[in-house]
């Protein structure tokens, strides 16, 4: 787990996908009442705890649910993002991240109605000006595996900060517009995606250029 703001904290682990390694990022946010876990790895809820006491888990897509489970069994409260519910009917989640703030006032949640295959929920940690995202973008480096870079350049999400092809195929774009043009105007600097490299500095003009196509 390393720190890479005021209350927020990643770490990063193996994940394949369609046989492609593209990596995996958990961020864990510090805010009142206790520790958000954002798209969890498998790893155990004992090595956040001397950050304090883990509270909430959030999945925040419906791709992103694999290593849900053990942490609502450590007796976290489960949020989920629209549709996942119906997907994994064998976890006993809290509630769905349609609308509402539950995390209190440090965390705006906001669903992404634009891309129901994913129903992706996009998270902005106000005290770090740090946007929280999961699939919305990627951001592989030139020491990603060979094939994974091959792969991501057919699919148009290779180099820099990309959207893929199912993206642009799959997006309706009139709401992805608004929605897209609405987390533009949110106040953040940091961007963190799952798979990829953190943008640290910049993330509001690497979004933008990630989703020129959209004529955002």
């Known amino acids: 787990m390393r720190t890479i703001g005021p ?30 876990v954002h798209s969890p790895l498998p790893v155990s809820p004992d090595t ?23 942490w609502l069994d450590a007796g976290l ?4 993002a629209p549709g996942l519910p119906e997907k994994r009917s064998d976890l006993h989640f809290a509630g769905v991240l ?7 006032d440090d965390v705006l949640v906001v669903p992404m109605r634009c891309f129901p295959f994913a129903s992706e929920v996009v998270l902005l940690h106000r005290p770090s000006r740090t946007l929280v995202v999961t699939d919305l973008v990627f951001h592989f480096q030139p020491d990603a595996p ?20 199912l993206e642009r195929v799959g997006f309706h774009r ?27 500095s910049g993330g509001k003009d690497a979004l933008k250029g990630a989703f020129r196509w959209l004529g955002v």
Request: hydrophobic share 40%.
């Open 7 to 36: 209350d927020i904290h990643v770490t990063e682990g193996p994940q394949r996908f369609l046989g492609l390694e593209v990596g995996a990022r958990m961020t864990v946010l510090e805010v009142d009442g206790g520790l958000l």
């Open 77 to 80: 409260q489960g949020w989920a």
């Open 174 to 200: 009139p709401t992805a517009r608004r929605e897209i043009g609405e987390l533009l105007n949110l106040d953040f600097d940091r961007l963190v995606m799952s798979h990829g490299a953190v943008i640290e």
């Open 48 to 70: 956040i705890a001397d950050l304090g006491e883990p509270r909430w888990v959030v999945a925040p897509n419906k791709l992103h649910h694999l290593y849900v489970g053990p």
């Open 146 to 165: 060979w094939l994974t870079r091959a792969a991501m350049t057919c699919l148009c999400g290779y180099p820099g900060c990309s959207t893929t092809l």
């Open 98 to 104: 349609d609308q509402g703030q539950p995390f209190g």
